[in-house]
């Protein structure tokens, strides 16, 4: 059977309480570690994470390569790629950050950690001055939204009402704009085996040992380089010494894999909470479910390449499932430029009004990027 999309994402998302309407969107694609080679999972102190979880109806050890946040910035970054192209077709805000030394930095909504409510867009001045953003008219105005009327949100910064945002703060008349995410992914790994790290071989050429040197000399670590030790394997659960000052290396080969699997989806209850003032609703929520169905296609299309040392390959096409309301899943291929189709097509009928704001850092962010620049230079 074949999936009539803008159907079901009407029928998903409107206000009409229905016994049949769908629960959302599935995605899936299926991947291998490219070359068979160990994948490097995100550093954190301590050891990895590895837990058991249900896969196929069977527990199995599981590692994660992105968590639901990660995974959130790599679908804002192909948006991102889209509006430094000119393509993209909805409001985005930003801030210009001018360092004394360096050039002028522009950062995004799809860039900043809090969206529309972070500190760089809050602080930050108008072109023409007068206070900070947040403390103006237009600032305040995006504060008082809420859930009955989030048009202010969608005509400053539209993909906010996808990914979740919140204003922690400021609380208006009807609370604090809190908007969960609707679009929710991560990527894990299946049946991890931790891999111990080896050390490389010591360079001959790398001298500067103390017994090397002439008197007066100084070391190679006191010229910012550093002697390599001569090989060594380092057991995965080696706890290194902590010296004062310096954070401990962490001594990790990543894990070995049999595949990985990245998992979403896109709930038509959380975008149903979304709701407007002056554009119609559903409408409005069939946009936002576009965009994340557009995003997602990017996700895919951009590649698998994580970190150093985390390069997947897919094994399948990405795939999507319709979940309807008695549970069942009905397929249905969803390309880029299909995408990209769906989401014009949305834009067009509902007509977002692009109220974006573009600002200035101001002084006082300035600052403290050149304070943080010192020292950083300082610290090395």
């Known amino acids: ?144 939204a809420h859930a009955a009327a989030l048009d202010p949100l969608l005509e400053t910064s539209s993909h906010d009402l996808l990914f979740g945002v919140w204003d922690s703060q400021k609380k208006g008349p009807h609370g604090q704009v809190r908007i969960g995410r609707a679009l929710t992914s991560s990527l894990i790994g299946l049946k991890p085996i931790e891999q111990a790290q080896f050390a490389a071989r010591r360079d001959p050429l790398n001298l500067g040992e103390a017994s090397d040197l002439p008197r007066g000399a100084r070391r190679l670590s006191e010229q910012g380089l550093s002697s390599i030790p001569p090989q060594q394997q380092i057991p995965y659960d080696h706890e290194p010494a902590r010296t004062a000052g310096k954070i401990p290396v962490g001594f990790r080969g990543g894990v070995v894999i049999t595949e990985a699997r990245y998992l979403g989806f896109l709930s038509f209850a959380a975008l149903r909470r979304l709701s407007f003032a002056h554009y119609d609703n559903t409408e409005t929520r069939v946009l936002l479910a576009a965009l994340g169905l557009y995003a997602l296609t990017l996700r895919g299309a951009a590649g698998w390449d994580l970190r150093a040392r985390c390069a997947l390959v897919p094994r399948a096409e990405m795939c999507f499932d319709l979940v309807g309301a008695d549970g069942r899943r009905e397929r249905f291929a969803l390309a880029p430029d299909a995408a990209r189709s769906l989401l014009d097509d949305a834009v067009a009928r509902v007509g977002v009004a692009d109220r974006s704001v573009h600002l200035r850092a101001g002084a006082m962010l300035n600052g403290l990027v050149d304070n943080a620049v010192a020292a950083s230079a300082k610290a090395g």
């Open 1 to 144: 059977m074949t999936v009539d999309l803008l159907s079901a994402l009407r029928d998903g998302l409107s206000d009409e309480p229905s016994a049949t309407r769908p629960a959302g969107i599935e995605v899936r694609q299926d991947l291998e570690p490219a070359g068979g080679l160990p994948v490097q999972p995100p550093s954190y102190e301590g050891r990895l994470e590895i837990h058991d979880r249900y896969i196929d109806g069977e527990p199995c050890r599981t590692i994660e390569l992105d968590s639901v946040g990660s995974a959130a910035n790599r679908l804002e970054e192909v948006l991102l790629a889209l509006h430094r192209a000119g393509r993209y077709p909805l409001p985005v805000s930003s801030t210009t950050v001018e360092p004394s030394d360096g050039e002028a930095i522009t950062i995004t909504t799809l860039e900043m950690p809090h969206r529309s409510f972070d500190a760089w867009l809050r602080l930050s001045e108008p072109v023409g001055g007068g206070g900070r953003f947040d403390a103006s008219e237009r600032g305040l105005e995006l504060s008082l």
